[in-house]
């Protein structure tokens, strides 16, 4: 055997086997391989955009709790506002209602006053004419002791 021969024998099938891995086998491999790299690409610039998106909607999150928070904020500050307007309108009707109920007692004062003053004059014209009578021991008529009950009320 010549090792020239084998060698370029060797060489030759080499080339074919080195052709035939170029022309069949190697281009589905290359496809794949680039289909794997544009796949992980994509899948890498998907998680970018996701968390862009993620920083984002965070963002508005926090942007949309602050608001909220000062929305509750402003709600809880007319909520005492409306509460301190209530107890002083309270305050101010029961001030009222005291002063109102306050002029009705001392009206009924007055009157009752007014009342036992008319009965005192009257019991104390009574014991008048009675104690008239009684030293004058005579009986003094109706429309006299009318007509001397009425001055008698007049001067008191």
């Known amino acids: 055997m010549n090792i020239n021969l084998t060698l370029f024998g060797q060489m030759i099938a080499f080339f074919f086997f080195v052709w035939f891995c170029m022309r069949m086998v ?3 491999i290359v496809a794949a391989m680039v289909a794997r790299q544009e796949q992980i690409a994509e899948g890498l610039e998907t998680a970018d955009r996701a968390k862009k998106d993620l920083d984002l909607a965070q963002k508005r ?3 949309e709790l602050k608001k909220a928070r000062v929305e509750a904020a402003e709600i809880i500050e007319q909520a005492r506002k409306r509460s301190a307007q209530m107890v002083e309108e309270a305050q101010r009707d029961a001030r009222a209602e005291g002063e109102r109920l306050k ?12 009342r ?5 004059r009257a019991e104390v014209s009574a014991l008048a004419v009675v104690g008239a009578e009684r030293i004058l021991e005579r009986s003094v ?4 002791h009318a007509e001397m009950l009425d001055r008698l009320v007049a001067d008191l």
């Open 141 to 144: 008529d109706a429309q006299s």
């Open 26 to 28: 190697w281009p589905p």
């Open 61 to 63: 999150a926090m942007d």
């Open 116 to 120: 036992a003053r008319e009965t005192l």
């Open 103 to 114: 002029q009705a007692a001392t009206a009924d004062v007055e009157q009752e006053l007014r």
